[in-house]
C-alpha cells in the first residue's frame, strides 16, 4: 500500500486508520492531513464528531479548564461565551474544526471498531457494520471518558423508576417534583445537582467520600471582550500563554512537592465555611483525604444547592437498590422516584470493549492485566504501529489535556514521517518501554496521587495507570521526535510514494 496524496480508491483499505473523533481524533487527522497524508479513515460509533462533549449533555456540564487552553493552538477561538465555556459550546467547537480542518470527509459514521488484529504487515479491522477493514497504521484516539461506569450495587438492575447514568441524560423525563437519588459527588455529579435542585421535591445525594470544591474563576465574556479577542489574535494568544503559565506552576505541588497543596487546602477551607453555615453539614462535606490525590473539583453552585432544605447528604453506604429506592448499611430504605449514576467512567479500561490483538497473538488485555502500560503513553511492545492518544499516564491534575494531545499527535506524526520514508512497522523495545514505566512509576510515588486515598486514577490493585507526574514541558520535550533507537524497525520492501 502506498502513501496517496488523495483520498483512497481501494475500499476497505488505507494506510492510517483512526478511532474516535473527539478532540484526539480530529486533532490527529487534521494534523496528517496538513502533511500530506490523504490515505486515512476514522471511524466514529456515533452520528456526529465531538466525543465526550457531544455524548454529555446532562445539565450544567461545562469544561474546569479555562477556554482558551482548552482548544487546539493551531485552532485558537475568541468566540467563547464564558471563560470555562459550557458543553454545548465546546461541541460545537469540534464541529467547526472538524469542518474547517477538512476531517469530516475522512470520517465513516455509525461505524464501531469491535476488534483489531495485527496480521504481519497490517491491521485487521472488525467493524459493527459487518465489514473489516484493513490498514497499515492504526490511531486508538478512544479516550480515557468514553464508557460510563455503573456501580456494582446488589439490585440495581430492579429498581422499578427511573434510572439513567449522568453521560446518558434522560431529557425527555420530568425531574419537577420527584424524590431523586444521585449516587456520587464526582465532577458531573457537582455540575448537574445545582441545576436539578430547584426543580425536584426532594434531592438524596449519596456521597461515599466527600471531594475538594474550590471556587471557579469564571466570567462571561461579554460583546466587547469577543470581539477584541476575535480581532486581536495577539490577546487571544497572550491569554492563553498567562493561562498556561499559570496553571503549569500547579504541577510543582502535584508532581514535585506535595506539601505546597497545603496552600489549596487553605483556599478550600475558606470556601467551605463561607458557603456552609451549619457545622454539622460542613463536617460531613469536609474531604479526609489529602488534597489533590482526587480530582480538585470547581463551581459556585454546589455549595449553594448541598445546603438547601429539601436537599440530604447520605454518608452511609448503599448496600442495596429495590423497586422503590435506595437501602443503606443503617438499614434505611431512602424512597425515591428517580436514581441518577453520577459514578464516573471505566478510566482505566482503556480501549475496551475493543480487542487488540498484537504481534504475538496476545491481547492488550491480556498484556495489560495488571495495568495499562505504554512507552509516553502512546506506544506498546509487541503493538507495530499502533499508536494511543490520551494513553496510560497521560492524564493530568493541573492543567490542560489538550496540551498533552498535542503532543501525542506531534509524536504520531513524526512517527508516519519515518513511515512514509521506506520505513514499514515502527514497534518500541520491550526493555525502553519498561525502563520508562520503572522511571515512571518510581516519579509517580513521590506525587500527591500516591498519598492514600483510592480514586479513579489508580486500578484496584493500586497502580497509577492515568497520571503523568510532570510538567505538560517536559512531555512535550520527551515527545518532540521518535527516536528509531527505541523501536524494532523493518524496512518497507518497497519505498513510499508520498
Not at 129 to 146: K, N, Y
Not at 150 to 165: E, N, Q, V
Not at 235 to 249: C, H, M, P
Amino acid at each position: 500500500m502506498t502513501w496517496l496524496a488523495q483520498p483512497p480508491t481501494v475500499p476497505g483499505m488505507t494506510t492510517i486508520a483512526i478511532i474516535g473523533s473527539g478532540f484526539s481524533g480530529i486533532g490527529a487527522a487534521a494534523r496528517l492531513l496538513q502533511d500530506g497524508v490523504r490515505d486515512l479513515v476514522v471511524f466514529e460509533r456515533g452520528d456526529d464528531v465531538g466525543g465526550v462533549w457531544r455524548d454529555n449533555t446532562y445539565p450544567g456540564a461545562a469544561c474546569d479548564v479555562p477556554s482558551h487552553l482548552y482548544s487546539f493552538s493551531w485552532a485558537p477561538s475568541g468566540d467563547w461565551s464564558r471563560r470555562f465555556a459550557p458543553q454545548a459550546e465546546i461541541y460545537e467547537y469540534l464541529r467547526r474544526t472538524a469542518r474547517d480542518s477538512g476531517v469530516l470527509p475522512h470520517v465513516r459514521f455509525r461505524t464501531e471498531v469491535l476488534s483489531s488484529t495485527w496480521d504481519g504487515s497490517a491491521w485487521q479491522l472488525e467493524l459493527s457494520d459487518g465489514t473489516t477493514h484493513r490498514a497499515e497504521v492504526l490511531i486508538a484516539a478512544c479516550g480515557q471518558l468514553s464508557r460510563p461506569s455503573r456501580p456494582d450495587i446488589a439490585g440495581l438492575d430492579s429498581f422499578a423508576g427511573t434510572m439513567f447514568h449522568s453521560a446518558e441524560w434522560d431529557h425527555e423525563h420530568d425531574l419537577t417534583g420527584e424524590r431523586v437519588a444521585v449516587l456520587g459527588t464526582g465532577a458531573s455529579a457537582i455540575q448537574f445537582v445545582p441545576e436539578i435542585t430547584p426543580k425536584v421535591g426532594h434531592l438524596s445525594v449519596f456521597q461515599r467520600s466527600a471531594p475538594y470544591v474550590i471556587a471557579k474563576p469564571d466570567r462571561t465574556y461579554g460583546p466587547t471582550a469577543r470581539a477584541m479577542l476575535e480581532r486581536a489574535p495577539g490577546l487571544l494568544a497572550l491569554d492563553r500563554l498567562r493561562t498556561y503559565a499559570w496553571t503549569e506552576a500547579r504541577s510543582i505541588g502535584f508532581n514535585t512537592d506535595p506539601r505546597l497543596m497545603k496552600s489549596f487546602e487553605l483556599v478550600f477551607r475558606r470556601h467551605l465555611r463561607r458557603e456552609v453555615a451549619d457545622p454539622v453539614l460542613r463536617a460531613t462535606l469536609t474531604p479526609v483525604d489529602p488534597i489533590g490525590c482526587k480530582r480538585i473539583l470547581q463551581s459556585n453552585t454546589w455549595y449553594p444547592a448541598i445546603v438547601q432544605p429539601h436537599v440530604e447528604v447520605v454518608t452511609d453506604k448503599v448496600v442495596e437498590v429495590v423497586a422503590n429506592g435506595v437501602v443503606t448499611a443503617d438499614g434505611r430504605l431512602h424512597e425515591v422516584d428517580t436514581i441518577i449514576l453520577g459514578t464516573g467512567f471505566t478510566a482505566t479500561e482503556l480501549l475496551a470493549p475493543m480487542h487488540v490483538t498484537g504481534r504475538d497473538g496476545h491481547s492488550l488485555t491480556e498484556v495489560w492485566s495488571n495495568g495499562a502500560q505504554a512507552y509516553l503513553g502512546t506506544v506498546v511492545a509487541g503493538f507495530p504501529n499502533l499508536f494511543l492518544m490520551y494513553g496510560p499516564n497521560t492524564n493530568l491534575g493541573h492543567s490542560s489535556i489538550i496540551l498533552m494531545l498535542e503532543s501525542q499527535i506531534a509524536y504520531v506524526a513524526d512517527a508516519v514521517r519515518h513511515l512514509r520514508r521506506g520505513t514499514a512497522t515502527l514497534e518500541v523495545r520491550a526493555q525502553v518501554q519498561r525502563s520508562f514505566n520503572s522511571w515512571l512509576q518510581g516519579r509517580l510515588s513521590g506525587t500527591v496521587f500516591a498519598s492514600g486515598c483510592t480514586s479513579w486514577y489508580l486500578t484496584r490493585d493500586g497502580l497509577n495507570t492515568q497520571n503523568w507526574p510532570g510538567t505538560t514541558l517536559d512531555f512535550r520535550r520527551r515527545t518532540r521526535k521518535v527516536r528509531l533507537a527505541d523501536f524494532e524497525t523493518t524496512p518497507a520492501r518497497e519505498p513510499a510514494r508520498v
